[in-house]
Nanobody, 115 residues
Framework: QVQLVESGGGLVQAGGSLRLSCTAS????????VGWYRQAPEKQRQWVAD???????NYANSVKDRFTISRDNAKNTVYLQMNSLKPEDTAVYYC?????????WGRGTQVTVSS
C-alpha cells in the first residue's frame, strides 16, 4: 500500500516562504513523476508544478519564478519551495504520483497567506 504524505504547510504573511514536502511510503518508492496541486475554497483543484523521474520540471505560470520543485529520491521525497507568497496562494496543497498505473494522492497540507 503506497501512501503520500504532505507536510510543511502553515500560516505565513505575504512575501514569506514555506517549504512543502511530499514523502512516499509503502511498498513502492517514489521514482515516478510527482505533481503538486492546490485547491482553494470553492475552486477547482489546479496543477502547480511537476517533476519527472529524471528531473524535468514544469510550473504553472502563476507560480513560475516564485516556487521551486525538487526531489530527493534517496528519501522518497519531493519538495516545493514557495517564496514571495501571495494571499492568492492560500489553498490546500496536494501531491500526486502515478505508481504502478494507480494515481495516488496525499491528504493535503493547508497553506494560508495573510495580507
Amino acid at each position: 500500500q503506497v501512501q503520500l504524505v504532505e507536510s510543511g504547510g502553515g500560516l505565513v504573511q505575504a512575501g514569506g516562504s514555506l517549504r512543502l514536502s511530499c514523502t512516499a511510503s509503502g511498498s513502492t518508492s517514489l521514482f515516478n513523476a510527482v505533481g503538486w496541486y492546490r485547491q482553494a475554497p470553492e475552486k477547482q483543484r489546479q496543477w502547480v508544478a511537476d517533476i519527472s523521474s529524471r528531473g524535468t520540471i514544469n510550473y504553472a505560470n502563476s507560480v513560475k519564478d516564485r516556487f521551486t520543485i525538487s526531489r530527493d529520491n534517496a528519501k522518497n521525497t519531493v519538495y516545493l519551495q514557495m517564496n514571495s507568497l501571495k494571499p492568492e496562494d492560500t489553498a490546500v496543497y496536494y501531491c500526486n504520483s502515478v505508481i504502478g498505473g494507480i494515481s495516488y494522492w496525499g491528504r493535503g497540507t493547508q497553506v494560508t497567506v495573510s495580507s
